[in-house]
């Protein structure tokens, strides 16, 4: 028998498919995984602690920065749990916007899991097409906002600007569009071979593990475990709106794909519906008081942003800071999961693995 | 919860005083919750706290009250500023979760000992919330009992989170099961200064990082965590950011 | 004859090096179109001096050797990888007229000789001293030398039908039909393979940015990297012509359009060749590393074994027999 020696292989924090400054501590024989450690922390700017010593408004920026591919549903996270912590009533028009910018970030989040998923494989154009379908969102929201990845729109109470005149119809064409282009990427992707064979049967893990490590969105959803926040604890208005929430069965690479490239069509769904019951005229925010003081107590709200369950536990002692400030990132508690995944596995399966958990750094290192 | 409906009626009156008072002097103030909340923990943790003002102390009521009432209460009261004293009038309905908190006390109470549970309410602001208050020395037991109890069985961590008190430090659990479709909130205090926790991570796995991350920003010690060592500030940082007595190298930023 | 031995060379390197400067560029152009981009449109007209640009920017870097690296076998690793890669253009036929060497053994000697190239990726892998390199290296020998046997194994066919080595002669017998057509399964074996035997995607794993970051030629900058990918690029051209010379006929022109001149012909199917490769690249993910070795061995053998018997089979039957 051949002596092999294991070798340490450091993956990150500069690595093409490492999604950010994520570091792995590789420990291989061979091409094969002995052991991984993933290191983070190159990103943490220290967002909690920087919150406890801004006023609820000021924090709503800092939000964008966390996941920042999909910075809507972050703004709502703070957002959220501060009007429900304070017992305030948001304008109907508010929370059609909300809902619709949202699920609009949620595409666009998909799209970019999608891109970048196949680039990791070594398919380069399927990232081309998603960025260009992603870019009209962003033009969506730059036309809203002004802004394209941060865009700091949410605000307690409500919105920050209306849509400008002809915007939710323009929200409507990109619906159609988006459904036509569903089918390119299924015939690009979907019955591809090769990439049926990168990601079918790999990373597989069942229920239990999924729950145990605290895995959530698709992550979770796809060993079959029907939890979608926005069915099972309704926020905002998302109780008026007819969708389905797909799971997986085997929970393998495959699996996440199908799951996430369904979850678009699901959030087309939701668009399509609130774009037709878009309320005429309506205020954009609700009765705030000028200084926000939230009452004394402690809140912990949990949204479903794209990457799965996004937390937002306050604890307030009556000032218009919060005492603490805690997000629970789904990417977080997803990336846990990493080391016991990648075990026993060849090195090429690394990257297949890693993407498929869908990670954002900004929001692990918060 | 009997204790804290009991104690309900007197702890809206005190919230009615120091309103109306303060009421007359300024519109908003945010002196008075801060005063409040003093003077319930000065209550709850009476040992700790000998140098606390004295005014505080006489003008709460002389019996030993469970901070449950001030925690509940503070968070349902001073929901809404103006509604107060509307919240007064009527006394506050039972939350829809009242019976679900009730079945959780009890069978902890069974369980793990009576002594377990230093207290239990329904967090109304928090989305109607059964939370417990668990003593530390229980924590391990009544872990076990939440994750394997078949009629707790909460397998799923929804958030875990670390908070300095600054009288003291605690860890918030929110819990969700599965199996049946419940959630609960758990905090375990701490002291301050020899802050230690018994780890739960070889009940949940979930719990690895987020204890490691409480460990890094707060300073808590998880005991019998396998890889205590800091997660998102480097190897060699001194101090733990999250604490409230924590000094950043410049104070300007 | 003597000036001819000295100034054709030279000429055939400007010509393949031209080639490689607009392949790049066509590449790049190719697949900026399938993923709706316009491709390099900044320096010269259309970019088409896109790649003069690149490749004088790699000639003024700095070259930089790792402190720990072999420094000789480090140097000697780019040559090793490229000579090879000139060395078989020489029995490539690309007209009746235009070949520099018509010996007998001459698809021999092309894969002979291709096969020294994975001793210049592997050394310069090892000398770099890099675990991404080392990867990279030990991945694409283990490729390369997997993906030569289905790759002779699949013109053994056309071998048998042509009864010689001599690629002038195998395209001589194209006249009447191409190879493509009657060896069909040994054509598609061949192109998978040749894929394969050049590095690119979807078996691109000895570089595999996204795993390896860039495999072997990690460490490697300026005018030695420059060698390695003016190696693989030769190789896109060595390759399409040997595939063009053994199954699409060569110079011989279709349907008898012999009006138009023989090395336009060749040019042409040539170009479908290189065209292909870059469509595969746009289109394909990247099969993982022990699929493709399964591929090699358990699909692409078999099946080129196959076509083996298959034609020693046809060859003896009455009216099928003359097309093999």
Not at chain 2, 79 to 94: F, G, Q, S, T
Request: glycine share 8%; hydrophobic share 45%.
């Amino acid at each position: 028998m051949l002596r092999t020696e294991e070798m340490l292989l450091n993956v990150g924090p500069q690595h093409p498919s490492t999604h950010g400054v994520l570091r792995l501590i590789v420990k291989i024989d061979g091409e094969t995984i002995v052991d991984a450690e993933p290191v983070i922390g190159y990103l943490h700017r220290g967002t909690e602690k920087l919150a406890e010593d801004l006023n609820y408004t000021q924090i709503i920026p800092y939000t964008d920065r966390m996941d920042y591919l999909s910075a809507m549903t972050n703004n709502y996270a703070i957002v959220h749990a501060t009007e429900q912590l304070m017992g305030l009533e948001i304008p109907e028009r508010a929370e059609f916007l909300r809902v619709i910018v949202m699920e609009l970030n949620r595409i666009a989040s998909h799209l970019v899991w999608m891109g970048t998923y196949l680039l990791d494989i070594g398919a380069m154009s399927p990232f081309l097409y998603a960025f260009r379908d992603r870019e009209q969102i962003l033009n969506l929201f730059n036309e809203l906002c002004g802004a394209r990845i941060t865009y700091n729109y949410m605000r307690v109470g409500g919105v920050k600007w209306d849509a400008p005149p002809g915007w939710i119809d323009k929200v409507g064409e990109f619906v159609q569009y988006m459904k036509k282009q569903m089918d390119e990427y299924h015939g690009l992707i979907t019955g591809n071979e090769i990439f049926i064979q990168r990601t079918k049967g790999i990373g597989i893990y069942d229920r239990e593990t999924a729950i145990q490590f605290g895995l959530s969105g698709a992550n979770l959803r796809v060993t079959g475990v029907k939890w979608d926040l926005r069915k099972n604890q309704p926020y905002s208005i998302y109780e008026r709106f007819d969708f389905d929430v797909p799971v997986g069965q085997t929970g393998d690479l495959y699996d996440k794909y199908l799951c996430r490239m369904q979850e678009i069509v699901e959030s087309l769904k939701i668009l399509e519906q609130a774009v037709e019951q878009f309320p005429e005229g309506g205020s954009t925010m609700g009765k705030v008081p000028r200084v926000l003081r939230v009452p004394e107590g402690e809140i912990y709200v949990g949204i479903e942003s794209p990457r799965g369950e996004l937390g937002c536990h306050i604890v307030s002692k009556g000032k218009d800071k919060p005492w603490r400030l805690k997000f629970r990132r789904p990417s977080f508690y997803n990336l846990q999961i990493l080391p016991t995944l990648l075990k026993g596995e060849n090195i090429s399966n690394l990257v297949a693995i890693l993407g498929g958990i869908d990670i954002v750094l900004g929001e692990v290192d918060c | 919860m009997t204790e804290k409906e009991k104690r309900d009626p007197a702890s809206s009156e005190e919230a009615g005083e120091t309103l109306s008072a303060d009421n007359r002097a300024q519109d908003v103030s945010p002196k008075q919750p801060g005063k409040r909340e003093e003077t319930d923990r000065t209550d709850s943790d009476r040992p700790q706290s000998s140098q606390k003002q004295e005014a505080a102390r006489e003008a709460t009521p002389k019996t030993p009250r469970p901070a449950a009432a001030g925690r509940a209460r503070p968070a349902a009261g001073a929901r809404n500023r103006p509604a107060v004293k509307k919240e007064e009038e009527k006394p506050l309905e039972p939350s829809p979760l009242e019976p679900v908190l009730n079945r959780f006390v009890e069978i902890i109470k069974e369980k793990a000992g009576a002594e377990a549970i230093e207290e239990a309410y329904v967090n109304r602001a928090g989305r109607h919330l059964p939370v417990l208050v668990i003593k530390r020395e229980s924590w391990p037991s009544v872990a076990g009992l939440l994750k394997e109890d078949p009629g707790l069985s909460f397998d799923y961590v929804r958030n875990l989170s670390g908070v300095d008190y600054e009288t003291h430090m605690e860890v918030v659990y929110h819990l969700y099961s599965f199996a049946h479709s419940h959630q609960i909130g758990i905090r375990v205090k701490t002291d301050r200064e020899e802050s230690r926790m018994p780890s739960v991570q070889h009940l949940w796995k979930a719990a690895d990082w987020n204890e490691r991350e409480i460990y890094d920003l707060l300073g808590i010690r998880f005991e019998g965590h396998p890889n205590l060592k800091r997660i998102l500030m480097p190897d060699d940082w001194v101090g733990h950011p999250l604490r409230k007595d924590y000094e950043p190298l410049d104070k300007e930023v | 004859m003597n000036l001819m031995m000295v100034v054709g060379p030279v000429l055939l390197l400007f010509i393949v090096l031209g080639f490689v400067t607009y392949a790049i560029l066509f590449e790049r152009k190719v697949i900026g179109w399938i993923q709706n981009r316009i491709g390099p449109n900044r320096v010269g007209p259309w970019g088409l001096l896109q790649t003069v640009a690149d490749v004088f920017k790699l000639l003024i870097k700095e070259d930089i050797i790792p402190a720990k690296a072999d420094e000789s076998l480090f140097r000697l690793a780019p040559v090793i990888a490229f000579v090879p890669a000139f060395a078989v253009l020489a029995v490539i036929p690309f007209t009746e007229k235009i070949q520099f060497a018509d010996f007998a053994v001459g698809l021999l000697y092309y894969m002979a000789i291709s096969s020294i190239t994975i001793i210049g990726i592997l050394v310069g892998g090892w000398a770099s001293n890099n675990k991404y390199a080392l990867l990279g290296g030990m991945r694409s020998a283990a490729q390369m030398i997997s993906y030569e046997i289905p790759l002779v194994m699949s013109v053994v066919g056309i071998i048998m039908s042509v009864g010689s080595l001599n690629l002038h002669e195998i395209v001589e017998a194209q006249q009447k039909v191409w190879f493509i057509f009657p060896q069909f399964v040994g054509f598609a074996v061949f192109l998978i393979a040749s894929i394969s035997e050049l590095n690119r995607t979807p078996f691109d794993l000895p570089e595999a940015e996204s795993e390896l970051v860039a495999g072997y030629h990690v460490e490697y900058t300026g005018f030695r990297f420059a060698f390695f990918m003016l190696a693989e690029y030769v190789y896109v051209f060595a390759m399409a012509s040997l595939t063009t010379v053994l199954y699409l006929g060569g110079w011989n022109a279709p349907f008898g359009l012999t009006f138009i001149p023989p090395i336009v012909w060749f040019i042409l199917k040539f170009s479908l060749i290189v065209f292909f490769l870059f469509w595969v690249r746009a289109t394909m993910p990247r099969i993982r590393v022990d699929q493709l070795m399964q591929f090699a061995w358990k699909v692409l053998l078999p099946l080129a074994l196959a076509n083996i018997f298959i034609t020693a089979v046809f060859k003896e039957i009455p009216v099928i027999g003359k097309f093999y």
